[in-house]
């Protein structure tokens, strides 16, 4: 027996030495705040940096894999490792390292948006003012949009470099039912007439908040909202006409609002098996997609409430214990190329974040040709229709509320 | 004395160590002490919180359902397969790599089969359709996301008949083949032999099954946030939610709900060992 | 025994075996859909893209198998290792604490990974196992051993020591002795809680995410995102290849037992 343990010692020691000697990455330069970007890129050279973010969209997870990644190895000789983790799974890895004091994490990228970023940023996780690095930034972006000076409601201050748009929308089959409602009243009728095969996911899914705050924001506006206390009793009596109108919607839904699908994904596959006659997603492209791909029928079409959507920026954020800073900065800097930015919406199907009026003509040229497929709205269609997001210290009050005044009710 | 045995358990108490240090320092946070939000002072205002909200007594209501009914019924049913495969000998062999593969498979993915299954448009709700036996997917029952909760118990007996037949068979079958047999050479049925001396002296280990799956079941937050209702939430699946909320204040709410939820699994451990105790048979 | 009377039980059993068996049989056909709408009992159209997704080079998710396993199987045989020695313990010997020991076996059962996770994850960042293969290892044996000291501590039980006492007092010395009595013995129940271990490890999401910090990719950490965001197709090619690497792991460990004599005239959970 003894010798047996020995073996598999020896093993399991040359197995860990030849695993984690692959994770390795070259030792970096001390980052230095005021260096320029041409000193970033020298000092990235030859080294890895990561970038974490939720890994459940094949195409986007291709993009990185087969676009990006390659990109930056060729112009720059940086290596990009994509780490797919939940924004949850993120934030407690930065809160745990901080807990322990780790100087050099492992994080350096980071997928973000909303009340994460809040947290984070509050809570000295992030690494910023991080636009000021980036040339790239100050020659196609628009600095000043409300969409990249905040981030559901909370001031970005620059430790945010804008990734891709998203935007509520709503999805049916053109082939079953052809009408689409253009505000909640008409929705209302929409699910008379479909009674049962209709729903939205449970909050806190993120899609399923949308749909309620778009609820709201068609009922009662939205401007409202803007500077509102963070108090439970303020936002009841606000929402109080959506509240009922959840209420009276809910004797329609499937399985009569007594109960709701957790997640989006399970609302797209009662969508795509015709369980449903409507489905809904927060980026408005991916529609074409999943008709690519076969899982909406053919049929399948995006639309928007009359009065608009609530819509914004995704982001990338930089750890503050980022072990590489450097190549973390040159990368975020390349996605907002137009090359990039180009790729990602052809492929992944997500909208720039580009001020086309900084663009030059053949800049401009390389989203003009791109093809996106079938079922979406025109983006000056979109961008007319876009409303801000909700504050995100009211959604998880109007979180709480709904669950107590909705749900089977 | 011997110090033998304590050698032999030094990496187990090492492990167990890590472990123990692990759970210590989740739960602290429920008292409020996370030092680098500059938390310092232990307080009970989270416990206390939680139990004045309405929705706990129901959480745990749920949860002890749940918990009841699927480790209830993976525990007959599972002891039941168990005892035909012995008492048919094929507790040997094929069969048993076949009994490996559930214990084997994530929850995660348990949860996808019983979405493609019993969904209203599911398989099973195709078939009675194109049997002319249902009218149309609303009309199949709701088994997913429901208050019932049988998506879920679904789930776990998949995953759990194979676990307990895994737990009891090997006891279960050396008894047959030592005392069992011997029963029927004196002239007891093959049966008779089984029910009156295998199954009592294995009792032990089919209440261990039990206890392990029940307390698996209602401490895990997986199938009930994929597969159960709306309202009212599993008590781990409400953990869950404030354990992702982004707000990292909610951490101690979390850690909190572990805490009760781990002090109910206690309470039941012990009651049940109480009256066993009582009961010898 | 009269023929009827087995019917019964072995429809029974050939029902469970089917009620196990079906919904992989289904996975893999979602593997190779294209769209399969209500009400039809056949897909409508079938598509390769799960397939192109794994082993299309890109995702990594084929090379990952491999270092997955690979690690997995370390902790099998670690976890075999702990779990005899614990169990050797506990059935052969008396001592202060044992009820104890046995409680904490059970432990990791019982006790949501989140809450454990997250402290480890304190710790192991303080002693420097995290983000680590090593690290990664570590909390994959905490959660397997419940397992294998089981199996082991039954399988001990069973083979009870006497025989080792017979030989020592037959004359063998005890490299004999382990070598030709006790390993025979103990070789089913090591390959059985070697398989329940590797799944265990293997299988392992929530614990490898926050320990290996993403740092230490595995075959779960890159399915369950597909899993958890919905699209089937590419859950479930991703759920076949799991479950045949799994069948492909376990026959291997058979076939290493097999160069073994075994006692046939106990059953074990092999």
């Known amino acids: 027996m003894k010798r047996w343990i020995h073996t598999a010692l020896i093993l399991v020691l040359a197995f860990t030495v030849l695993l984690t000697g692959c994770g390795n990455k070259a030792t970096t330069a001390e980052f230095d705040e005021d260096a320029s970007f041409e000193t970033l890129v020298s000092q990235a050279e030859g080294t890895t940096v990561t970038f974490y973010g939720w890994g459940g969209n094949e195409e986007n997870?291709?993009?990185?894999?087969?676009?990006?990644?390659?990109?930056?190895?060729?112009?720059?000789?940086?290596?990009?490792?994509?780490?797919?983790?939940?924004?949850?799974?993120?934030?407690?890895?930065?809160?745990?390292?901080?807990q322990?004091?780790?100087?050099?994490?492992?994080?350096?990228?980071?997928?973000?948006?909303?009340?994460?970023?809040?947290?984070?940023?509050?809570?000295?996780?992030?690494?910023?003012?991080?636009?000021?690095?980036?040339?790239?930034?100050?020659?196609?972006?628009?600095?000043?949009?409300?969409?990249?000076?905040?981030?559901?409601?909370?001031?970005?201050?620059?430790?945010?470099?804008?990734?891709?748009?998203?935007?509520?929308?709503?999805?049916?089959?053109?082939?079953?039912?052809?009408?689409?409602?253009?505000?909640?009243?008409?929705?209302?009728?929409?699910?008379?007439?479909?009674?049962?095969?209709?729903?939205?996911?449970?909050?806190?899914?993120?899609?399923?908040?949308?749909?309620?705050?778009?609820?709201?924001?068609?009922?009662?506006?939205?401007?409202?909202?803007?500077?509102?206390?963070?108090?439970?009793?303020?936002?009841?009596?606000?929402?109080?006409?959506?509240?009922?109108?959840?209420?009276?919607?809910?004797?329609?839904?499937?399985?009569?609002?007594?109960?709701?699908?957790?997640?989006?994904?399970?609302?797209?596959?009662?969508?795509?098996?015709?369980?449903?006659?409507?489905?809904?997603?927060?980026?408005?492209?991916?529609?074409?997609?999943s008709i690519e791909n076969g899982i909406y029928p053919d049929t399948a079409t995006s639309f928007v409430f009359e009065n608009g959507m609530n819509g914004s920026s995704d982001f990338v954020a930089l750890a503050a214990n980022s072990p590489n800073k450097q190549a973390a900065l040159v990368v975020m800097n390349e996605i907002l190329s137009p090359e990039m930015q180009a790729s990602r919406y052809e492929k992944v199907k997500i909208?720039?974040?580009?001020?086309?009026?900084?663009?030059?003509?053949?800049?401009?040229?390389?989203?003009?040709?791109?093809?996106?497929?079938?079922?979406?709205?025109?983006?000056?269609?979109?961008?007319?229709?876009?409303?801000?997001?909700?504050?995100?210290?009211?959604?998880?009050?109007?979180?709480?509320?709904?669950?107590?005044?909705?749900?089977?009710? | 004395m011997s110090k033998k045995p304590y050698l032999l358990l030094l990496p187990v108490i090492f492990l167990s160590l890590i472990f123990i240090v692990g759970i210590l320092y989740g739960l602290i946070q429920s008292f409020g002490i996370i030092p680098s939000l500059g938390m310092k002072v232990p307080t009970l205002k989270y416990y206390q919180e939680l139990f004045t909200r309405p929705e706990l007594l129901s959480s745990i209501g749920m949860s002890l359902y749940i918990a009841f009914v699927s480790s209830i019924l993976a525990t007959i049913l599972g002891v039941l397969i168990c005892s035909l495969l012995v008492l048919t000998g094929k507790g040997k062999g094929k069969v048993m790599h076949l009994v490996k593969i559930p214990i084997a498979i994530p929850h995660i993915v348990v949860a996808m089969f019983v979405m493609l299954i019993f969904a209203q448009s599911g398989l099973l709700a195709r078939v009675l359709f194109n049997l002319g036996l249902l009218e149309s997917p609303n009309a199949f029952p709701t088994l997913l996301y429901s208050q019932n909760g049988i998506g879920i118990i679904l789930a776990y007996l998949w995953k759990e008949i194979p676990f307990v037949i895994f737990f009891v068979i090997t006891i279960m079958a050396n008894i047959n083949t030592s005392l069992g047999e011997a029963a029927e050479n004196l002239g007891a049925s093959r049966w008779r032999a089984f029910i009156d001396i295998t199954l009592p002296l294995s009792m032990p280990s089919i209440k261990n099954a039990f206890l392990i799956i029940f307390a698996y079941n209602f401490g895990a937050y997986?199938?009930?946030?994929?597969?159960?209702?709306?309202?009212?939430?599993?008590?781990?699946?409400?953990?869950?939610?404030?354990?992702?909320?982004?707000?990292?204040?909610?951490?101690?709410?979390?850690?909190?709900?572990?805490?009760?939820?781990?002090?109910?699994s206690f309470i039941i451990v012990l009651i049940y060992h109480r009256t066993v105790q009582r009961n010898p048979n | 025994m009269k023929k009827r009377k087995n019917i019964l039980p072995k429809l029974l059993i050939y029902a469970f075996i089917f009620t196990i068996l079906f919904p992989l049989a289904l996975t893999a056909v979602w593997a190779f859909v294209g769209r399969w709408p209500w009400p039809r009992l056949?897909?409508?159209?079938?598509?390769?893209?799960?397939?192109?997704?794994?082993?299309?080079?890109?995702?990594?998710?084929?090379?990952?198998?491999?270092?997955?396993?690979?690690?997995?199987?370390?902790?099998?045989?670690?976890?075999?290792?702990?779990?005899?020695?614990?169990?050797?313990?506990?059935?052969?010997?008396?001592?202060p604490g044992k009820s104890l020991i046995q409680f904490s076996t059970i432990l990791p059962i019982i006790i949501p990974?989140?809450?454990?996770?997250?402290?480890?994850?304190?710790?192991?960042?303080?002693?420097?196992?995290?983000?680590?293969?090593?690290?990664?290892?570590?909390?994959?044996?905490?959660?397997?051993?419940?397992y294998t000291v089981?199996?082991?501590?039954?399988?001990?039980?069973?083979?009870?020591?006497?025989?080792?006492?017979?030989?020592?007092?037959?004359?063998?010395?005890s490299r004999q002795i382990m070598k030709e009595v006790t390993l025979p013995a103990l070789m089913p129940g090591l390959v059985s809680s070697a398989c329940m271990a590797y799944i265990i490890s293997f299988g392992q999401y929530f614990v490898t995410l926050i320990i290996g910090g993403g740092n230490v990719k595995t075959f779960t950490l890159i399915m369950v995102?597909?899993?958890?965001?919905?699209?089937?197709?590419?859950?479930?090619?991703?759920?076949?290849?799991?479950?045949?690497?799994?069948?492909?792991?376990?026959?291997?460990?058979?076939?290493?037992?097999?160069?073994?004599?075994?006692?046939?005239?106990?059953?074990?959970?092999?």
Not at chain 1, 78 to 97: A, C, G, H, Q
Not at chain 1, 118 to 134: D, I, M, Q, R, S
Not at chain 3, 150 to 173: N, P, S, Y
Request: net charge negative.
């Open chain 1, 351 to 409: 909208t720039p974040v580009l001020d086309f009026s900084k663009l030059t003509d053949s800049e401009k040229e390389l989203f003009d040709k791109v093809d996106l497929g079938k079922g979406i709205l025109p983006l000056e269609e979109l961008n007319e229709k876009k409303l801000p997001q909700m504050h995100a210290k009211l959604i998880p009050i109007v979180e709480e509320i709904w669950l107590e005044e909705v749900v089977g009710k």
């Open chain 3, 42 to 95: 056949l897909p409508q159209s079938f598509s390769l893209r799960g397939i192109e997704e794994i082993f299309g080079g890109y995702s990594g998710a084929f090379q990952t198998l491999g270092s997955s396993i690979l690690l997995s199987a370390v902790v099998a045989i670690l976890a075999v290792i702990v779990g005899t020695m614990t169990a050797r313990a506990l059935v052969l010997y008396d001592f």
């Open chain 3, 113 to 146: 990974s989140t809450v454990f996770a997250m402290g480890t994850h304190v710790l192991f960042i303080k002693v420097g196992l995290a983000d680590n293969v090593l690290g990664v290892i570590i909390v994959h044996l905490i959660c397997s051993l419940p």
């Open chain 2, 222 to 264: 997986e199938l009930p946030y994929l597969l159960g209702a709306t309202a009212p939430r599993a008590i781990p699946v409400q953990a869950y939610i404030e354990y992702i909320h982004p707000d990292l204040l909610h951490r101690p709410y979390a850690m909190a709900l572990n805490g009760i939820m781990f002090l109910v």
């Open chain 3, 225 to 270: 995102p597909y899993l958890q965001s919905g699209d089937r197709i590419i859950a479930s090619a991703y759920s076949i290849v799991f479950i045949l690497s799994t069948l492909l792991v376990f026959i291997i460990f058979e076939l290493a037992v097999r160069r073994f004599k075994t006692d046939e005239n106990h059953y074990y959970f092999v």
């Open chain 3, 150 to 173: 089981k199996i082991m501590t039954d399988v001990t039980a069973a083979f009870g020591g006497k025989l080792e006492e017979q030989a020592a007092v037959l004359g063998a010395d």
């Open chain 1, 100 to 289: 322990a004091n780790l100087e050099k994490g492992t994080i350096d990228m980071i997928w973000i948006n909303g009340e994460n970023f809040f947290t984070a940023k509050e809570n000295n996780l992030l690494f910023g003012p991080v636009t000021p690095y980036l040339p790239n930034f100050e020659k196609y972006v628009d600095g000043e949009a409300d969409e990249i000076l905040y981030d559901y409601g909370y001031p970005t201050d620059g430790y945010e470099s804008p990734y891709g748009c998203w935007q509520f929308v709503l999805i049916n089959d053109s082939a079953v039912t052809p009408e689409q409602p253009k505000n909640t009243a008409e929705l209302l009728e929409y699910a008379k007439k479909n009674q049962g095969k209709l729903t939205y996911p449970a909050l806190p899914d993120f899609t399923g908040r949308n749909f309620v705050v778009n609820v709201i924001y068609d009922l009662v506006g939205h401007e409202k909202f803007i500077g509102m206390e963070a108090d439970k009793a303020t936002v009841k009596e606000a929402i109080e006409p959506a509240l009922e109108y959840l209420r009276e919607l809910n004797q329609y839904l499937w399985s009569e609002g007594k109960t709701f699908p957790a997640t989006l994904a399970q609302l797209d596959q009662m969508f795509a098996d015709g369980e449903l006659v409507m489905t809904m997603s927060s980026y408005p492209c991916v529609i074409a997609s």
């Open chain 1, 61 to 98: 997870n291709k993009w990185i894999d087969t676009v990006l990644a390659p990109t930056v190895k060729e112009k720059y000789g940086i290596t990009l490792k994509r780490m797919p983790m939940d924004i949850e799974e993120v934030m407690s890895k930065l809160f745990n390292e901080k």
